[in-house]
């Protein structure tokens, strides 16, 4: 379709025989028309070009149409399956989506574009994880009632809202158990960025099935990176130089398992065969050119959980009732892949 300015609803009723109002129905999703006059009211909009002013409708609706979602670093291949879970989820809807994206976590940026886009810029905002110093953020939020607003990957306490959550602390868990079934017991554990409440959580599922197993956690056994992935290659250098170093390596995120891998292959150590190394996310794409084995992963649903934050937040935006908030957890599973084997003895 060729989107033509000078298009008017009132051509677009004429055109189709019906009256404006009835245009008007089908451009706002309203199923009050019948399904053979939609259907000639939306060829009609295809061939004369005709697109919505959405500036007026939400002069006149106060309403915007459109869905804000704001991540960290929307740049990062981490969010490759959940930002096409947002798109494809909002292609089936009538609501469009803006995308902002915060470089490093920084807080004075997420609080600009949380004003911004709650001051009438859209309907609902989506934000994708939180940092433990997020205060501000958290504290402005706490205070907007008049829009609605979802948050994926974070449970904050102290903020109720709608929450789409991942099991993190039992993915975490799920990981040693494996590495423990596939005979390992000198299990060492690379941090993430010691910012994220993730981190803590997949930090704590480690410690707890370790200590539930009855096996010792060393803390040179633990790890800690910086807000940088990439220190897990400095990380795995210290675990290997160990006097006796792990057989197998859990790893907060993808992203660092990554750098794991490569700092043992260039120390002429085997994957898996001398080390075994495990992430989570399981990752569609690896940053920085990866080429290494496929890595084993605690993966979740990231790309379902993008198609279900649009279509709950379309589902309360639309009913004329109000709703109970949204709270539901994920659960993870094992991906075995290529960077673990059995220990023998």
């Given at each position: 379709?060729?989107?033509?300015?000078?298009?008017?609803?009132?051509?677009?009723?004429?055109?189709?025989?019906?009256?404006?109002?009835?245009?008007?129905?089908?451009?706002?999703?309203?199923?009050?028309?019948?399904?053979?006059?939609?259907?000639?009211?939306?060829?009609?909009?295809?061939?004369?070009g005709y697109t919505p002013n959405h500036a007026a409708r939400s002069l006149v609706k106060k309403?915007?149409?459109?869905?804000?979602?704001?991540?960290?670093?929307?740049?990062?291949?981490?969010?490759?399956?959940?930002?096409?879970?947002?798109?494809?989820?909002?292609?089936?809807?009538?609501?469009?989506?803006?995308?902002?994206?915060?470089?490093?976590?920084?807080?004075?940026?997420?609080?600009?574009?949380?004003?911004?886009?709650?001051?009438?810029?859209?309907?609902?905002?989506?934000?994708?994880?939180?940092?433990?110093?997020?205060?501000?953020?958290?504290?402005y939020l706490k205070e907007t009632k008049h829009i609605e607003y979802l948050m994926i990957e974070?449970?904050?306490?102290?903020?109720?809202?709608?929450?789409?959550?991942?099991?993190?602390?039992?993915?975490?868990?799920?990981?040693?158990?494996?590495?423990?079934?596939?005979?390992?017991?000198?299990?060492?554990?690379?941090?993430?960025?010691?910012?994220?409440?993730?981190?803590?959580?997949?930090?704590?599922?480690?410690?707890?099935?370790?200590?539930?197993?009855?096996?010792?956690?060393?803390?040179?056994?633990?790890?800690?990176?910086?807000?940088?992935?990439?220190?897990?290659?400095?990380?795995?250098?210290?675990?290997?130089?160990?006097?006796?170093?792990?057989?197998?390596?859990?790893?907060?995120?993808?992203?660092?398992?990554?750098?794991?891998?490569?700092?043992?292959?260039?120390?002429?150590?085997?994957?898996?065969?001398?080390?075994?190394?495990?992430?989570?996310?399981?990752?569609?794409?690896?940053?920085?050119?990866?080429?290494?084995?496929?890595?084993?992963?605690?993966?979740?649903?990231?790309?379902?959980?993008?198609?279900?934050?649009?279509?709950?937040?379309?589902?309360?935006?639309?009913?004329?009732?109000?709703?109970?908030?949204?709270?539901?957890?994920?659960?993870?599973?094992?991906?075995?892949?290529?960077?673990?084997?059995?220990?023998?003895?």
């Amino acid at each position: 379709m060729r989107v033509n300015k000078g298009v008017s609803i009132v051509d677009v009723a004429k055109e189709a025989n019906v009256s404006p109002a009835t245009v008007s129905r089908v451009v706002n999703g309203i199923n009050k028309v019948k399904p053979e006059v939609k259907e000639r009211i939306l060829e009609t909009i295809d061939t004369l070009g005709y697109t919505p002013n959405h500036a007026a409708r939400s002069l006149v609706k106060k309403e915007t149409g459109c869905i804000g979602i704001i991540v960290n670093n929307l740049h990062d291949p981490f969010f490759h399956d959940l930002i096409r879970g947002f798109e494809i989820g909002a292609q089936n809807t009538n609501y469009a989506v803006m995308f902002c994206s915060v470089q490093g976590g920084d807080v004075k940026s997420k609080e600009m574009y949380i004003r911004l886009l709650t001051n009438g810029f859209v309907d609902a905002v989506i934000l994708y994880g939180s940092y433990l110093n997020d205060t501000r953020v958290i504290e402005y939020l706490k205070e907007t009632k008049h829009i609605e607003y979802l948050m994926i990957e974070n449970d904050m306490e102290e903020l109720e809202c709608n929450k789409l959550l991942i099991d993190n602390y039992g993915g975490a868990g799920k990981a040693v158990e494996y590495l423990l079934s596939k005979g390992h017991k000198r299990i060492a554990h690379i941090c993430g960025n010691p910012n994220k409440k993730v981190t803590q959580e997949r930090l704590n599922g480690y410690i707890d099935t370790m200590n539930k197993n009855k096996l010792a956690v060393r803390s040179q056994y633990i790890q800690c990176t910086s807000t940088d992935y990439k220190s897990g290659y400095d990380c795995m250098k210290v675990l290997l130089g160990l006097a006796e170093p792990p057989t197998a390596v859990f790893c907060s995120d993808d992203a660092i398992a990554s750098y794991a891998v490569r700092a043992a292959l260039e120390q002429g150590v085997r994957i898996p065969e001398d080390v075994s190394i495990m992430g989570f996310d399981n990752q569609t794409i690896l940053p920085d050119s990866y080429k290494g084995p496929d890595i084993s992963s605690v993966g979740q649903p990231l790309y379902q959980i993008g198609m279900d934050s649009i279509k709950l937040i379309c589902e309360r935006l639309n009913s004329k009732e109000p709703q109970a908030l949204i709270r539901k957890t994920y659960e993870t599973e094992i991906f075995e892949k290529e960077t673990v084997m059995f220990m023998e003895g």
